[in-house]
């Protein structure tokens, strides 16, 4: 024993030691953390955010300086609190309130008081800073706006939430971040990436040079610069001419699936969400649930396409073959069905053939297509599904796909649908039971965009590339497979011409004669939808939606455009008069129709947006009960 | 001559505290690194200085080996005596560094004679010893070997120094070597025991504890003596010890010397004041992970972090800078070297020889553990050097002279048989 005692005691503590070693440097991770925090600091180097073009190079984002005040409150020396608040226009409890919260965070840190001054806020300031010990000012970037439309297509920039950083190893607290439009969906892009570098620190916090010699520190990469397929001018116009009314117009460049406007109403400036009243003007876009300016109707409304999809019932028809373009069908004002049912029409000769069933809008001639397409096959169910893959290689019934960082799938019914509903097989139903199928109503639901889509679609007769924003990056035009592809519809391209031709006549004898665009032969087609409205729990009906589609020039088309009116009435009052006011803006430059225009830029459907609101019964349609036309 | 005599130096034990003194060397230039490192022999940089005191310990092992080794155990007595007088005289003419008046100033530099003090006890305990008159199992002898350990220890206590003093526990183990009763290690063992407790629990509750384990001791006794008197004494003195360490530690020490031993046990950590050393060293050590940061590169040691970190705390580079495999590498060749010297102290004939290298190993061990134990977190601050390794001429010559005179006594075990 007393010859080994020291020899035990000796290597136990050396067993102590290994093991108290092993625990620190390599079960507990906790510690590598602990020295980065101690004495590497991070700092962030942000690149310039990418500037953005209109199609024809017209800059509409750039970026601007801004500067924020900030403060080290450790620093800070008694000063004139009147004076600094008076110069940046808040009161003396504001400034305590900050400056409490700036204490709190951290003495040593610094903190914002104030964001975003104003150029002459700045400028007043600067040359007083020097009274303000413990403050300085923080220049940093922010987003500057050429134009005061396409706040929808743009996107806004903002910080990034807690959920971001959470999930995004890229963002750090405070980072701003696109969020909707291109600023959201080509972010990535756009910022380019933030260089960094790490500056080792000592025990009193100061710099004493890069850490490792700066092997880790990476330099910022530049945002990219993007053009988009938007055209200012033609958002602008659109824009304009949807002030005090609500919808949504999309105009699309067939050939190449390019969005020209994406216009939304109502709307916002861009600036609005820029700057010290960002979170002011964001609030209130944000309350505004009647209008609801941050809702993307182009990309987001559901609503019944009602008889701009006519044209694909004549168009699936053709393809299975159940029905010749000479073939006629009779209408006594209506559809007759079962027993004594009638689906109604309004006034116009008969019978038809397609090309004046398109023209004139029959809901007779498409029914009785509608109902033949069903019923070629040995059950509805069959007939509905072959029907609906049509529809799909349109684009409709589910999402485009766009590089528009919303949208909604609309709805085309399925076979399952209706058996759902009428409890199949318990239940049978049959072809007329879906009729309001045929004319656009009822189930059917289509976004604007998917409705420019379709439009774009028979216009190029039987192909279409996925609606997209983006045209190039740096100058060089995009090569996303997703927006350079050719989709095919399922429909042969030698059916496209009589439809063509129904919606050729539609502005030579039908349903839009009176819109006629001199110099530019239009094809197009009306559309009036009906819709309800649930408020304060009371179903009502509202004055139809005014729903108009169009492309030009008929033989080497150039723009298809969708355009929706909420409660406009019928499709030919506002919505064929603003798409052709657009298709004439687009391909002559200007408007010569100055009497259409300014009788368009006048009207205001504000009262009948009242109407449900106000509590007390009220009419629609202008007192009449047509539903479609 | 020459070639008789280092034919039987230990050359591992001389391999090993080269290799100490190198990779100490190593980590010191690292820790004590400004931005601009001009050359390794700068004088008025720490590394610099270092670097001079190693060089000049290669004369002072030349000198040491060359010496006969009947010097040493001539002349312990009187070196005793002057290292007594050196540290008594710190009192009048020392130097106040960092709270302790520890040193002498001569010029430039300043001498730490504590450092030399335990070398010359060690002789002087190992003369004692070794006389033939003496047995250490007579009670009689046994006071006099404490009065040659605790002399100086007495001495250095009051500068403050109470790490310096705390080595002079090491004299233990040659001691229990050379025959001490072990009941004096129990002893030990359980006041220490006693005293830990005492701080984590209440002095009420350790007497309780002491109560229930001494009657379980005096029920199930083997032999009918000693009699229910002698475990009644102990009893009394285990609470006797337990209430006068609550009474100490809550009223006497001072609050930094509580914290010391709070940090250790747990008991409350203020990491930005007196946690703030630990706490930052084990930092250090703990970012090191598996192979370290490399060398130069520990961000806790440029930042400066670790306070002392070329002295005291010079193992939390070692953990940064080369992570678990160089620090216990470092561990390693500690633990060997001392190993190596008790196995050399056993095959030694001369009891002076051998007291002298159980003295040696325990000094080092009591240093290693401490201050290590420090370091890592598992011991309560105690400011004393790594051997070896730490920054200073004083420390490193110190150890320099223990390691090297047992060197020159190994070597000529076979000329002094006739005293064994």
Sequence with gaps: MRKILLYIIIITSGLIFTARLFYLQIMDDSFTGLSENNAIKVIYDYPQRGFIYDRNGELMVSNQPSYDVMVIPQNLKPFDTTEFCGILGITPQQLARSLDKAKIYSPRLPSLVIPQLTKSEYAYLQEKMRKYEGFYIQKRSLRDYYTKHGANVLGYIAEVNQRTVNENPYYISGDLIGKQGIEGFYEELLRGVKGVKYIQKDRFNRNIGPYKEGIYDTLPKKGKDLTITIDAELQKYGELLMENKRGGIVALEPATGEILSLITAPNYDPADLVGRKRSENFTKLWLDSIGNPLYDRGLLAEYPPGSPFKTMNALIGLQEGVVDTRDKFSCQMGYYYGRGRKFGCHAHSSPLSMVNGIAQSCNAYFINVYRRIIEKYPTPQEGMDRWAAHLKSFGLGDYLGSDLSTGRPGKVPSSDYYNKIYNYPTYKWYSTATISNAVGQGEILTTPIQLANMTAAIANRGWFYTPHILKEVEGTPIKDEEFTRKKHTTIDPEHFGPVVEGMHEVYKSGTAAALRVPGIEVAGKTGTAENFVRVGGKRMQLTDHSIFVAFAPVDDPKIAIAVFVENGYWGGRYAGRIAGLMIEKYLKGEVTRKDMENWILEKSLEEEYKKPYSGEPFLINDGKKYSWL | ?420
């Design chain 2, 1 to 420: 001559m020459m070639a008789r005599s280092t034919a039987g130096f230990d050359w591992l034990s001389i391999l090993i505290y080269f290799l100490l003194v190198a990779i100490g060397w190593v980590n010191i230039y690292s820790a004590s690194l400004d931005d601009a490192a001009t050359s390794l022999i700068a004088l008025d940089e720490i590394y610099g200085k270092q670097m001079l005191w190693i060089l000049l310990s290669v004369f002072l092992i030349v000198i040491l080996l060359s010496l006969e080794a009947k010097f040493y155990e001539r002349f312990s007595s009187v070196i005793y005596i002057i290292s007594l007088i050196s540290i008594v005289g710190l009192f009048f003419f020392g130097k106040t560094i960092n709270g302790a008046t520890s040193w002498y100033a001569i010029g430039g530099f300043t001498i730490q004679p504590a450092e030399f003090a335990k070398v010359a006890t060690a002789l002087a305990l190992s003369k004692f010893i070794s006389d033939i008159q003496t047995n250490i199992k007579n009670l009689g002898d046994q006071f006099k070997a404490f009065i040659i350990i605790a002399l100086p220890a007495l001495i250095i206590l009051p500068q403050p120094d109470a790490g310096s003093a705390m080595v002079y526990a090491a004299f233990f183990f040659p001691l229990y070597r050379e025959g001490l009763s072990g009941v004096y290690l129990i002893a030990a063992v359980c006041g220490i025991l006693v005293f830990l407790l005492t701080l984590i629990f209440s002095p009420i509750w350790v007497s309780i504890g002491a109560a229930v384990v001494i009657l379980l001791f005096y029920f199930f006794r083997k032999k009918k003596r000693p009699g229910a008197l002698a475990y009644l004494s102990i009893l009394i003195m285990a609470v006797a010890l337990s209430f006068s360490v609550d009474y100490i530690f809550e009223n006497i020490f001072e609050q930094r010397h509580r914290d010391r031993f709070n940090i250790v046990l747990g008991q409350e950590v203020d990491n930005r004041g007196i946690g703030y050393n630990t706490n930052q060293s084990e930092i250090a050590i703990g970012s090191g992970s598996w192979f370290g940061k490399g060398w130069t590169e520990g961000t806790q040691t440029k930042g400066g972090f670790v306070p002392e970190q070329h002295t005291d705390y010079i193992f939390s580079t070692v953990g940064e800078e080369w992570g678990f495999v160089g620090s216990t590498v470092v561990v390693f060749l500690f633990i060997f070297l001392m190993l190596r010297i008790i196995y050399l102290a056993e095959r030694q004939k001369s009891q002076f020889h051998r007291v002298y290298g159980y003295s040696v190993a325990g000094i080092l061990f009591v240093h290693f553990f401490v201050n290590i134990g420090m370091v890592i977190g598992i011991f309560p601050t105690v400011g004393i050097p790594l051997p070896f390794f730490s920054y200073g001429g004083s420390s490193l010559w110190g150890f320099t002279i223990l390691l090297f005179i047992f060197i020159k006594l190994d070597a000529e075990r076979m000329s002094f048989g006739r005293t064994s």
